[in-house]
């Protein structure tokens, strides 16, 4: 396999492992009718602010369920606030994001946090630039390969960030993806018990994510926020004490095993 890129390089090996995110070249190699990444109705909107007096958060990454949207910081001991958002969207055309100007996001921020509790509308009136991605995820691609090309990662199931499992994926895939062609004799059967390995988990991660990202963005109906209200506490609570929930994030590799059959 050789391929070719735009800045005019190549490179050449046995197989291609396409690495490429959600707007994954290599998927719509391996399948033109592969989907589209599907919008979640969430923004990622985030940016740094100096908020003199707020004490570092070391190690602590603060999240509040606002009334009417999601936002979480931490501070870093120079005093630097690291922000992020997560405005409910669903509806809007995405591409309206690339197009809105930094004061408009904070116009809109400032008055989506205003009722939220200190220091939310703090950081917001302080800070001053922004960058901000809709979110996209994938929660099924029928073939993740074809030939001597392969893909992994957010190529072939992009997942919300409200799980923080999106990177682990990708490297359980790769190293998965190792195992397979370690143990296998050659790259047909490795790449198929390589999705048989990883199918399972990467969609039930993408499909978990999204129902939590529905939490934070709950609408904005009175009714909605204080169920929601109610709920949390023990939803979070138990998220980590929960056995059906506890695989999603202690999920083991074993690279020293053999596959079996090998
Ligand atoms: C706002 C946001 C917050 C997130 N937060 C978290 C989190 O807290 N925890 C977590 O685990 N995950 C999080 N994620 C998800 C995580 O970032 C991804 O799941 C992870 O980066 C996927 O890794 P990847 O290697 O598959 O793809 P990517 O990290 O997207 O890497 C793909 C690379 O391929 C390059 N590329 C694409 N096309 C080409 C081409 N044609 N030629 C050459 N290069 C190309 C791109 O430039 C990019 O560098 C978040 C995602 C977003 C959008």
Redesign the pocket.
């Known amino acids: 396999m050789t391929a070719r890129?735009?800045d005019g390089t190549e490179a050449t090996g046995d197989v291609l492992i396409g690495?490429?995110?959600?707007?994954?070249?290599t998927r719509r190699w391996i399948d033109p009718d592969a989907p589209e990444p599907r919008f979640t109705g969430l923004l990622?909107i985030g940016g740094f602010a100096r908020l003199p007096g707020l004490a570092p958060t070391p190690g602590v990454q603060r999240m509040i369920f606002g009334a009417r949207g999601f936002f979480g910081y931490l501070v870093r001991t120079d005093g630097t606030v690291y922000w992020f958002a997560n405005p409910n969207w669903s509806g809007v055309d995405p591409d309206r994001v690339r197009r809105m100007p930094t004061d408009q996001w904070l116009t809109e921020l400032r008055e989506l946090h205003a009722q939220d509790p200190f220091p939310v509308p703090q950081i917001l009136a302080a800070a001053d630039e922004v960058g901000a991605?809709p979110?996209y995820d994938l929660p099924h691609v029928p073939h993740w390969h074809r030939g001597r090309v392969v893909a992994?990662?957010?190529?072939v199931h992009?997942?919300s960030?409200n799980a923080?499992?999106?990177?682990?994926?990708?490297l359980e895939d790769a190293v998965t993806l190792a195992r397979c062609l370690r143990d296998r004799p050659s790259h047909p059967p490795a790449f198929d018990e390589y999705v048989r390995l990883r199918r399972p988990r990467a969609e039930e991660v993408v499909k978990y994510s999204r129902a939590l990202g529905r939490r934070k963005a709950p609408g904005g109906s009175r009714l909605a926020v204080g169920l929601r209200d109610l709920m949390l506490p023990l939803v979070l609570r138990n998220a980590t004490r929960d056995a059906r929930n506890n695989h999603l994030y202690n999920h083991p590799v074993n690279w020293d095993g053999a596959l079996s059959g090998a």
């Open positions: 890129f735009s690495c490429d995110g959600v707007g994954s070249f990622s991605y979110i992994v990662g957010d190529a992009a997942t960030p923080g499992q999106g990177a682990s994926l990708a």
